[in-house]
């Protein structure tokens, strides 16, 4: 097995995203890769407990994308599902990838199913993770401004001058009171893997991988919170919580604008399936793209 986790470059003249590509040693190239689009405020590190099992277990190249103002990708002013979804389209013609499976959480979700209206002869599957066509504010009111705030005043309290172990028993005291509102138990905070985070950890303290500025012009600005409208008629597997505050499960325009979708509900599952239930979550992915079989990799 093969995981490349070298920040990886293409040349593009609009955006060159970074991205991990996990890759087995006995590759069918004739079958389509799978790419995993995060969520707001995260990176392509939240995938590092799923990326490989779901290489292992498909037998597919898989890349984990860092989106623009994330991670180690490039800065830019503009941050809407329509940047984002160009940025896809243009990852994919670099990479020669003419047809693929498409993992996204939440708004990754969103570019995904923006991508899949565009271009639906491109995908063969899609697998949306909390995600939805339609807008956000509808279903979890306020929780973008949120965590954006959550982010914030994480970042004006950063640790310095301490351990790393010392720094993160400190950013999780900070996060503790945001806790209840962002539907985290005080556990699973305090158990939380930092290494999920676009955080980087330099010297004595932690920087944050992230456009805080244009991330929420974005989300006071009402850029990631529109409508989607369109149709997608191949096959796709909707993954959501049902303590989850956006009740994706419910949401009747997944059948109108993707009818051909089979549902997977997580019993008490919130908004962060991938990192709270990297086990189930890699099992259904697997198990959907496999067509109900699990195949391991030669390794």
Not at 1 to 9: A, G, N, P, T
Not at 36 to 62: D, Q
Not at 185 to 197: A, M, P, S, V
Request: glycine residues 6%; contains cysteine.
């Amino acid at each position: 097995m093969l995981i490349d986790f070298c920040s990886l470059l293409y040349l593009n003249s609009k955006m060159d995203l970074k991205y991990d590509l996990y890759s087995p040693n006995y590759l069918n190239n004739n079958i389509a890769p799978v790419v995993l689009l995060h969520s707001l405020i995260e990176s392509r590190k939240t995938w590092l407990h799923t990326a490989p099992n779901i290489m292992k277990y498909t037998g597919r190249k898989v890349y984990a994308i860092d989106a623009r103002n994330h991670g180690q990708s490039p800065w830019s002013d503009e941050y809407s599902i329509d940047a984002m979804t160009n940025d896809l389209d243009e990852f994919l013609l670099q990479h020669k990838i003419s047809k693929v499976i498409l993992v996204g959480h939440s708004i990754g979700g969103k570019v995904a199913i923006e991508y899949a209206f565009r271009k639906p002869e491109n995908i063969e599957k899609l697998i949306i993770e909390e995600g939805t066509p339609r807008s956000f504010v509808e279903g979890g009111g306020k929780t973008a401004t949120l965590a954006f705030n959550f982010i914030k005043t994480v970042k004006d309290a950063m640790p310095a001058n301490m351990s790393k172990d010392e720094a993160i028993a400190t950013l999780k005291n900070i996060a503790l009171p945001f806790a209840p509102d962002l539907r985290m138990t005080e556990e699973y905070l305090l158990n939380y893997d930092f290494n999920l985070t676009p955080l980087k950890w330099e010297g004595d303290t932690f920087t944050m991988q992230l456009n805080l500025d244009a991330i929420a012009n974005a989300v006071m600005n009402s850029k990631l919170h529109q409508n989607l409208t369109g149709t997608f008629e191949g096959d796709v597997l909707l993954l959501y919580g049902s303590k989850s505050q956006f009740k994706i499960g419910s949401d009747p325009m997944f059948l109108k604008y993707l009818p051909r979708t089979k549902k997977v509900e997580f019993v008490n599952g919130g908004h962060f399936l991938h990192q709270t239930y990297p086990k189930e979550f890699t099992q259904e992915v697997a198990t959907f793209i496999n067509r109900g079989t699990i195949l391991h990799a030669k390794y």
